[in-house]
């Protein structure tokens, strides 16, 4: 691990000027490449105090031996060296966007003599006009028979090309009249062309002016009796506007755009892109990354657009680019995809109408698309054996953790201190096994104090359940430890240690309910590092119990923690078994704060009559709506409080005690002149 300080520059030696700087390592390869309006400012970022460094850049500028840059004259050109050195030497730190399939164009060969329509795959080549790309090859077939009635262009290989040519005979589509036949000379060189820029400019959106002329002709054929004609014609028109259907309508000003969308976590991020030509969409396809740089929305919409449009030039780059997050410099980047179509491209955000509503379907799909990428890779099998392997041999266990636990800790600045307990089974989520807890032991904020109680209150309820079942003879606690808590897990409403049971869980053989705390885990995780990893090995020890594997993921570096141990074990990036320890940590964190915020939600919205035993929801209600208000009812008597239907003696006694008891509303204040307003027996403020 390299000190930055030992290849930093001199401050004078940088310039201020534009320019783009590349990271090597100690082997000279090139681990991260960046750009900057001012080298000198942007350099001085990564060479300050560690801490004060994001994780992952504080990884890269470690990982580094010696930084360089390369001056330029303006940003626009930094962008576009940035992006050729990153696909040159390919830097690790960097964002690099794979596509999670390959897309199939409609591509259009205008660089050869008799152009071809065919379905093409891989990098676009030179003279060769591309639509799409599309989501099947199917659809692309389906899209060219239907325009081959008015576009008879050619579709048949070379080989076949040239046996025509040789033997004089074309093949069935020259018969069908599907094709114009160029091999055997039916149509001019020049006249197939014609038709091949015809199916282009369809195909890019001028539909109208194809559709009105052979609407026109139809009915100029009708009007001569050539009615066998008109019908041909008509049967044309008909496939065009089939063609046509295949791609809905939906922006109605025939506007050409890209729209992007991008969904995100801390680990990876999907963007999904749609390619409306004309109003109508005609292409979609997405793209799946590792965030292995410190990036947010904007910068990965910037390399998005650096990867969709690095190689294309003219109408490849649409008029009108719409994004969820403008890059760091829109300018240098909208004159950069202008230099590249060769006129101004409009990059933005949309803000009402179909647009934003389309941008809207657009993230839909990114969100789902970043879903399905990580159930596909939670759910094979083969991964997931060969993660938990990877875990068992990183942490030295005997065997694959087939049952793992993780707890988190969440709390929002010491108050609703809740903690919770998530379980992996063979790779997959058991919901059905989620636990969620309250921090009963003591007040305000301590994470390390709060997991010692969490796995304490736990592993003791498991030694329970195996007491009561006769499989534990309980040993005495090691001298000097403290007996955990007793809980009280009931009502999966409550704060309590459960979930709602579930009800294809394993019945106990005494009185048929599921098993809570009954199965104990080869692997206990917990969210944090060194001082929550000792906290939960001293309670499990507290508790005499040593054959259970604990380890904590850090979650600033993803760093391994064992108990004991002073240095973290670091697995790989591209691990399978640290993608599976993430999911487990980012799933008990997921857990704990939807508890954490449904109790501080819960908590706002308490009142007093909340403290009422046996007062529901109907009769407060009743009550409110009766008095009018809080304090009205608080003046009520006991008597008054009898006349709500519903409210005997005792409860009217309850309520009025719990009222007298609560404590007093803050006093309104006036914010224009600071003055406290307080309210007199008769209703009015002074």
Same mark, same amino acid.
């Given at each position: 691990?390299?000190?930055?300080?030992?290849?930093?520059?001199?401050?004078?030696?940088?310039?201020?000027? /534009?320019?783009?700087?590349?990271?090597?390592?100690?082997?000279?390869?090139?681990?991260?490449?960046?750009?900057?309006?001012?080298?000198?400012?942007?350099?001085? %970022?990564?060479?300050?105090?560690?801490?004060?460094?994001? /994780?992952?850049?504080?990884?890269?500028?470690?990982?580094?031996?010696?930084?360089?840059?390369?001056?330029?004259?303006?940003?626009?050109?930094?962008?576009?060296?940035?992006?050729?050195?990153?696909?040159?030497?390919?830097?690790?730190?960097?964002?690099?966007?794979?596509?999670?399939?390959?897309?199939?164009?409609?591509?259009?060969?205008? %660089?050869?003599?008799?152009?071809?329509?065919?379905?093409?795959?891989?990098?676009?080549?030179?003279?060769?006009?591309?639509?799409?790309?599309?989501?099947?090859?199917?659809?692309?077939?389906?899209?060219?028979?239907?325009?081959?009635?008015?576009? *008879?262009?050619?579709?048949?290989?070379?080989?076949?090309?040239?046996?025509?040519?040789?033997?004089?005979?074309?093949?069935?589509?020259?018969?069908?009249?599907?094709?114009?036949?160029?091999?055997?000379?039916?149509?001019?060189?020049?006249?197939?062309?014609?038709?091949?820029?015809?199916?282009?400019?369809?195909?890019?959106?001028?539909?109208?002016?194809?559709?009105?002329?052979?609407?026109?002709?139809?009915?100029?054929?009708?009007?001569?009796?050539?009615?066998?004609?008109?019908?041909?014609?008509?049967?044309? =028109?008909?496939?065009?506007?089939?063609?046509?259907?295949?791609?809905?309508?939906?922006?109605?000003?025939?506007?050409?755009?890209?729209?992007?969308?991008?969904?995100?976590?801390?680990?990876?991020?999907?963007?999904?892109?749609?390619?409306?030509?004309?109003?109508?969409?005609?292409?979609?396809?997405?793209?799946?990354?590792?965030?292995?740089?410190?990036? %947010?929305?904007?910068?990965?919409?910037?390399?998005?657009?650096?990867?969709?449009?690095?190689?294309?030039?003219?109408?490849?780059? *649409?008029?009108?680019?719409?994004?969820?997050?403008?890059?760091?410099?829109?300018?240098?980047?909208?004159?950069?995809?202008?230099?590249?179509?060769?006129?101004?491209?409009?990059?933005?955000?949309?803000?009402?109408?179909?647009?934003?509503?389309?941008?809207?379907?657009?993230?839909?799909?990114?969100?789902?698309?970043?879903?399905?990428?990580?159930?596909?890779?939670?759910?094979?099998?083969?991964?997931?054996?060969?993660?938990?392997?990877?875990?068992?041999?990183?942490?030295?266990?005997?065997?694959?953790?087939?049952?793992?636990?993780?707890?988190?800790?969440?709390?929002?600045?010491?108050?609703?201190?809740?903690?919770?307990?998530?379980?992996?089974?063979?790779?997959?989520?058991?919901?059905?096994?989620?636990?969620?807890?309250?921090?009963?032991?003591?007040?305000?904020?301590?994470?390390?104090?709060?997991?010692?109680?969490?796995?304490?209150?736990?592993?003791?309820?498991?030694?329970?359940?195996?007491?009561?079942?006769?499989?534990?003879?309980?040993?005495?606690? *090691?001298?000097?430890?403290? /007996?955990? /808590?007793?809980?009280?897990?009931?009502?999966?409403?409550?704060?309590?240690?459960?979930?709602?049971?579930? *009800?294809?869980?394993?019945?106990?053989?005494?009185?048929?309910?599921?098993?809570?705390?009954?199965?104990?885990?080869?692997?206990?995780?917990?969210?944090?590092?060194?001082?929550?990893?000792?906290?939960?090995?001293?309670?499990?020890?507290?508790?005499?119990?040593?054959?259970?594997?604990?380890?904590?993921?850090?979650?600033?570096?993803?760093?391994?923690?064992?108990?004991?141990?002073?240095?973290?074990?670091?697995?790989?990036?591209?691990?399978?078994?640290?993608?599976?320890?993430?999911? =487990?940590?980012?799933?008990?964190?997921?857990?704990?704060?939807?508890?954490?915020?449904?109790?501080?939600?819960?908590?706002?919205?308490?009142?007093?009559?909340?403290?009422?035993?046996?007062?529901?929801?109907?009769?407060?209600?009743?009550?409110?709506?009766?008095?009018?208000?809080?304090?009205?009812?608080?003046?009520?008597?006991?008597?008054?409080?009898?006349?709500?239907?519903?409210?005997?003696?005792?409860?009217?006694?309850?309520?009025?005690?719990?009222?007298?008891?609560?404590?007093?509303?803050?006093?309104?204040?006036?914010?224009?002149?600071?003055?406290?307003?307080?309210?007199?027996?008769?209703?009015?403020?002074?």
């Amino acid at each position: 691990m390299a000190d930055p300080s030992s290849y930093r520059p001199k401050p004078g030696q940088i310039p201020d000027s /534009p320019g783009v700087y590349k990271f090597r390592d100690e082997h000279r390869r090139v681990i991260y490449v960046g750009k900057a309006k001012n080298l000198r400012q942007r350099l001085a %970022n990564y060479f300050q105090d560690l801490a004060a460094l994001h /994780p992952r850049t504080r990884t890269m500028v470690t990982t580094a031996a010696s930084v360089e840059w390369t001056v330029v004259s303006t940003e626009v050109e930094a962008l576009q060296l940035e992006y050729s050195w990153i696909k040159e030497f390919d830097p690790r730190f960097n964002v690099k966007y794979r596509d999670d399939k390959s897309y199939p164009y409609l591509a259009v060969t205008l %660089n050869e003599e008799f152009p071809r329509v065919q379905v093409m795959r891989g990098a676009k080549k030179k003279g060769v006009r591309y639509f799409g790309p599309y989501g099947h090859a199917w659809a692309i077939r389906e899209t060219v028979d239907l325009m081959l009635r008015v576009f *008879p262009v050619r579709t048949c290989s070379a080989g076949v090309f040239k046996n025509a040519a040789r033997t004089g005979r074309p093949c069935l589509l020259g018969y069908i009249g599907k094709c114009s036949a160029p091999c055997v000379g039916r149509v001019t060189p020049d006249e197939h062309r014609e038709l091949a820029d015809d199916f282009c400019d369809f195909m890019a959106g001028r539909t109208g002016t194809y559709i009105r002329r052979l609407e026109k002709d139809m009915m100029a054929a009708a009007e001569e009796m050539e009615y066998e004609r008109a019908a041909r014609l008509r049967d044309d =028109v008909e496939a065009l506007k089939r063609a046509m259907e295949k791609s809905a309508v939906v922006l109605a000003d025939a506007t050409d755009a890209d729209l992007i969308a991008v969904a995100e976590d801390e680990l990876e991020a999907a963007v999904q892109i749609f390619h409306v030509r004309g109003g109508r969409v005609r292409g979609q396809r997405g793209w799946v990354t590792d965030k292995v740089e410190n990036v %947010n929305t904007s910068g990965l919409v910037e390399h998005a657009l650096q990867q969709l449009y690095g190689e294309e030039t003219g109408d490849s780059v *649409p008029k009108e680019v719409l994004v969820p997050a403008l890059p760091e410099d829109p300018d240098a980047v909208s004159q950069w995809l202008a230099d590249r179509r060769s006129s101004q491209v409009s990059l933005r955000i949309p803000q009402r109408g179909d647009k934003k509503d389309l941008m809207a379907t657009v993230q839909r799909n990114a969100q789902q698309a970043l879903g399905l990428h990580k159930t596909k890779r939670a759910s094979d099998l083969t991964t997931r054996s060969r993660a938990l392997e990877e875990i068992a041999e990183a942490l030295g266990l005997d065997t694959a953790p087939l049952r793992i636990e993780c707890f988190d800790i969440s709390h929002l600045q010491g108050d609703d201190v809740v903690a919770s307990m998530v379980v992996f089974e063979d790779g997959l989520a058991r919901k059905s096994e989620y636990r969620r807890f309250q921090i009963k032991g003591f007040e305000g904020q301590d994470d390390v104090r709060s997991m010692h109680e969490v796995i304490g209150r736990r592993f003791k309820r498991y030694l329970q359940e195996k007491e009561r079942t006769g499989e534990w003879e309980e040993t005495p606690a *090691p001298t000097g430890a403290v /007996p955990a /808590p007793q809980d009280d897990a009931t009502d999966p409403g409550a704060a309590s240690d459960t979930t709602a049971p579930d *009800p294809d869980a394993e019945p106990r053989e005494d009185d048929g309910r599921p098993k809570r705390f009954a199965y104990p885990p080869q692997l206990v995780v917990v969210d944090g590092g060194q001082p929550q990893v000792a906290a939960a090995k001293r309670a499990l020890d507290e508790l005499g119990i040593d054959d259970i594997a604990v380890c904590g993921l850090a979650k600033r570096l993803e760093e391994v923690w064992l108990p004991d141990d002073d240095d973290p074990v670091v697995l790989p990036r591209s691990s399978e078994g640290l993608y599976l320890l993430q999911r =487990v940590r980012d799933e008990a964190h997921r857990f704990a704060i939807t508890y954490q915020r449904a109790k501080r939600a819960k908590r706002i919205r308490s009142g007093p009559l909340d403290a009422v035993a046996g007062l529901g929801e109907t009769r407060k209600q009743a009550l409110i709506k009766h008095f009018g208000s809080v304090k009205k009812l608080k003046q009520a008597t006991i008597d008054e409080i009898c006349e709500v239907p519903g409210i005997g003696r005792r409860t009217a006694e309850s309520v009025a005690v719990a009222l007298a008891s609560a404590a007093p509303a803050a006093p309104a204040v006036n914010t224009a002149t600071g003055e406290i307003i307080e309210e007199d027996d008769g209703g009015t403020t002074t």
